[in-house]
């Protein structure tokens, strides 16, 4: 921060909420303070914050950091608690939860714990503090939602001359974090760009406030497949030149449109390595794609019930070696342990005759 900036003490009716703040969904930029400030109370947290204002009054350890705008000053650091002590002082700009906060200003004001004045740290520019912010909100301990991190580290990858691999690294050490972590963000963000710019391909109930961006970035940059199928080079300095916009539409449509009974196609992020499997088959991905057969139903064309039954085995060997390391100990065996056992050996033995027979099978290919 610049050595010119300094701590004053403001009334609140002079400051202001941040418009450009990356938490605010797009339809918010520009709005009335009224309308920011009943969508941050659509948040319960907003709520839990104005009780313990209201209880024990406001804490001004952290600063408020804020810009010069006229005669007032935009707060781009404190945003929520600026927003908590606007609703305390003037519950009546509450649509969300009216009742919850006319009570709760009651009881700040029985107290005198609405506090007037505030006192803030005035920087001349946004720049100024850019890095802290991300440092503080991206990677520390004060985390924003995944989509509010990547419009952020966005808006200052774009503030860079050159943009190339080799400015992941340097962000990243700008903010203290790790260079693909970054360049996760900003693929994921990417690809949310374009989507959003499609209107969210008319998926029912999709928007900005619900879109959980992890989906997608998880798809994009964790499975190589899924990936490529969309035209998407992860190993490229402009991944997204040869996007097939089709392709990130379907992907996009099974990840986030649901179905009758409320679920994906998908289902959940764990069930992306399924997905990246039976695009690399043609026979399951083409049954998937048209419709023919669900995940579980393609990823059965696939070797993937053979990878899972390594995955399986390994575990469950790996838990066997444990107990023999340890059995000697036992000082008050039972009838029901020495069950287990057996039930064990019996399961072993008709796996292994199972794989003895598929493998005999495939030898006389």
Do not use: C
Not at 13 to 28: F, G, T, V
Not at 153 to 178: C, F, R, T, W
Not at 183 to 206: H, M, V, W
């Amino acid at each position: 921060m610049k050595a010119d900036a300094k701590f004053i003490e403001v009334d609140i009716q002079n400051l202001k909420l941040d418009h450009i703040n990356p938490r605010l969904p797009e339809r918010l930029k520009g709005a009335e303070d009224k309308d920011v400030l009943n969508w941050m109370l659509s948040d319960a947290t907003l709520i839990d914050l104005m009780a313990s204002i209201s209880e024990n009054g406001f804490f001004s350890g952290e600063p408020i950091i804020v810009i010069p705008d006229n005669q007032t000053y935009i707060v781009i650091e404190g945003n929520r608690r600026l927003a908590a002590i606007k609703l305390l002082a003037n519950p009546g700009l509450a649509a969300i939860s009216p009742k919850a906060v006319e009570s709760l200003s009651n009881e700040a004001k029985a107290k005198n714990n609405i506090p007037e004045k505030l006192w803030v740290y005035i920087v001349k520019e946004r720049s100024e503090v850019e890095n802290y912010l991300a440092f503080r909100h991206v990677t520390g301990v004060k985390q924003w939602p995944v989509i509010s991190k990547a419009r952020y580290l966005n808006h200052l990858y774009q503030q860079k001359p050159i943009k190339n691999i080799s400015v992941y690294k340097d962000l990243a050490k700008e903010i203290g974090s790790k260079a693909p972590y970054v360049r996760r963000l900003l693929t994921g963000y990417k690809a949310f760009e374009i989507i959003q710019s499609r209107k969210y391909y008319n998926i029912p109930d999709l928007d900005e406030e619900n879109f959980d961006l992890s989906l997608i970035t998880d798809a994009i940059t964790m499975h190589s497949a899924i990936a490529e199928f969309m035209g998407i080079d992860m190993e490229s300095e402009t991944p997204f030149e040869n996007v097939s916009l089709e392709r990130l539409k379907e992907v996009t449509e099974w990840l986030y449109q649901k179905l009758s009974n409320g679920k994906t196609r998908i289902g959940d992020n764990r069930n992306l390595r399924v997905l990246n499997k039976v695009i690399q088959n043609i026979e399951a991905r083409e049954s998937f794609i048209s419709g023919e057969k669900n995940l579980k139903e393609a990823a059965e064309l696939t070797d993937l019930a053979d990878e899972n039954i390594r995955l399986y085995l390994i575990k469950a060997l790996q838990n066997l070696v444990e107990v023999q390391k340890i059995v000697h100990r036992s000082s008050n065996p039972d009838k029901n342990d020495k069950k287990v056992a057996d039930e064990i050996i019996d399961s072993a033995e008709l796996i292994s005759r199972t794989i003895t027979k598929k493998i005999r099978e495939k030898e006389k290919i």
